[in-house]
């Protein structure tokens, strides 16, 4: 089955520092699309950044970067100088194809608290 | 540019009911894709219109259907409720005819307590 695995239920941050999440998948596939959405508390889910997996250079938004290991099948996200206001449940996913049809497919999320 | 509202943002229905939600997506998208999210089983595509047409659909019963209407306003709707249908029903909204590869805008949700 193509899967999506978040293998870090929690993490925890200081303010101004790095954390990286992890996230691996299996697919057969050659070309499929990686996303990192981010859902803040009682707030709507929203795109953090995204990868085309035939592009061999890492995505990168403002603090925002991914680590994209094609033959690994692993797409980390690493964000820098975290602040207050990235604290949230963090979802990878990747656009999947299942018996003819497409999805896309979530990991089970990582919960970033950052602390001041 | 108003975002993906939903309706209604909660409800509460009995075993063996049926439920319809309604999605309106941001103006000129024409894609609208659903997603079931429960704290077991995390986030799960359901299915993904496209001008009126579904081109996608995920792995639940044939109880969870959906529409999509001319204005690209859709419904989804749940017959025979169970137990296990209570969750938080997303839908997403996205300009490109090639939804799933680009970036979706999520709505808030409706939040759906089966009894």
């Known amino acids: 089955a193509q899967t999506v695995t978040q293998s870090q239920p929690e993490m925890s941050v200081q303010e101004a520092e790095t954390v990286t999440l992890s996230c691996t998948y299996d697919?057969?596939?050659?070309?499929?699309?990686l996303f990192w959405y981010k859902q803040p508390p009682s707030r709507q889910m929203i795109l953090v950044i995204r990868?085309?997996?035939?592009?061999?250079q890492n995505a990168t938004e403002n603090r925002f970067s991914v680590n994209f290991q094609k033959a690994a099948k692993s797409f980390s996200l690493k964000i820098s100088d975290s602040q207050l206001g990235d604290a949230a449940m963090y979802f990878c996913?990747?656009?999947?194809?299942?018996?003819?049809?497409?999805?896309?497919?979530f990991g089970k999320g990582t919960k970033l608290t950052v602390n001041p | 540019k108003a975002g993906v509202t939903q309706t209604p943002r909660y409800l509460i229905k009995t075993r063996g009911q049926q439920v319809t939600l309604s999605c309106s997506p941001i103006?000129?998208?024409?894609?609208v894709s659903w997603y079931q999210q429960t704290p077991g089983q995390g986030l799960q595509f359901l299915f993904e219109y496209f001008s009126e047409t579904q081109r996608n659909k995920g792995n639940f019963p044939g109880r969870f259907s959906g529409r999509q209407f001319s204005n690209s306003r859709s419904e989804m709707n749940v017959s025979t409720l169970e137990l296990g249908d209570s969750a938080l029903y997303l839908c997403?909204?996205?300009?490109?005819?090639?939804?799933?590869?680009?970036?979706?805008?999520f709505g808030p949700g409706t939040r759906l307590t089966v009894l």
């Open positions: 697919t057969s596939e050659s070309d499929y699309y």
């Open positions: 997403a909204s996205s300009l490109p005819l090639a939804a799933l590869y680009n970036e979706q805008f």
């Open positions: 996913a990747a656009t999947l194809t299942q018996g003819g049809s497409e999805k896309l497919v």
């Open positions: 990868q085309e997996a035939y592009k061999q």
């Open positions: 103006s000129g998208h024409r894609s």
